[in-house]
């Protein structure tokens, strides 16, 4: 198993520019979720998804938009990236929202907006 | 609402010693807390969790954690360091109610381990 893949692993983008990040599980993990880690702050949640078309807002949605149209795959979009979204994010999955502790980690996308 | 506090960024130790890398609660109900740790272009991984039960929980690569419901404690703790356990080091807690279920993140603690 691959695990939690991300793509890329850095990217820069410049003010008002869109873009999406990927994310990619092999396990059959229907919990996924994406965090931002900012320094000082810990991992916040953007989103998350329970399952298949079931998507919902975490602590800091806005400026983040995220579709699940298959059990695999878990897309975070940027519409128009800011500078306050410079961060490390970090997509997850577990088997259900019950086992989120235990959720694996991918290696994170370092994001630089200018 | 809940929340961890981890109130040293940085924790520095001689490798043989002891380490306890500190986390605080606050919680409504009974806390189900987890540390977790990431190495250096990692992603998190899980260490141990405390839901109920011992007080004592031990966890993964030697780790242990003492949950303290009088002192609203949960440090996590190792007898001898490694080198190796270099890292940065996150408490969470579980946040559960009608509406929500997701873990809230301390601001983590950086573990520097000197050979």
């Known amino acids: 198993n691959a695990g939690v893949t991300q793509t890329p692993k850095f990217q820069v983008l410049k003010t008002g520019q869109s873009m999406t990040l990927q994310c990619a599980q092999d396990?059959?993990?229907?919990?996924m979720s994406w965090y931002r880690q900012d320094p000082g702050m810990g991992l916040r949640l953007i989103h998350y998804?329970?399952?298949?078309?079931?998507?919902d807002q975490g602590e800091v949605p806005n400026g983040y938009n995220v579709s699940r149209s298959t059990t695999e795959d878990f897309p975070l979009r940027l519409l128009s990236a800011a500078p306050s979204q410079t961060s490390v994010y970090f997509c997850?999955?577990?088997?259900?929202?019950?086992?989120?502790?235990?959720?694996?980690f991918g290696p994170g996308t370092r994001l630089l907006v200018l | 609402a809940q929340s961890v506090a981890q109130p040293e960024d940085q924790v520095n130790v001689a490798e043989g010693n002891p380490l306890t890398v500190k986390c605080t609660y606050s919680?409504?109900?009974?806390?189900?807390l987890f540390w977790y740790v990431q190495y250096p272009n990692r992603g998190l991984q899980f260490l141990l969790k405390?839901?109920?039960?011992?007080?004592l929980v031990k966890g993964s690569y030697g780790f242990e954690a003492e949950f303290n419901k009088s002192q609203t404690s949960f440090h996590l703790k190792k007898p001898s360091a490694l080198v190796s356990d270099s890292a940065l080091y996150f408490c969470?807690?579980?946040?559960?109610?009608?509406?929500?279920?997701?873990?809230?993140f301390g601001t983590g603690t950086r573990l520097q381990v000197f050979p």
């Open positions: 405390y839901i109920t039960g011992d007080n």
């Open positions: 919680v409504s109900g009974n806390p189900y």
């Open positions: 997850a999955s577990s088997y259900g929202l019950a086992d989120q502790e235990t959720q694996y």
């Open positions: 998804s329970v399952g298949a078309g079931i998507t």
């Open positions: 969470a807690v579980r946040d559960v109610n009608y509406n929500t279920d997701k873990l809230i």
């Open positions: 396990m059959n993990h229907e919990y």
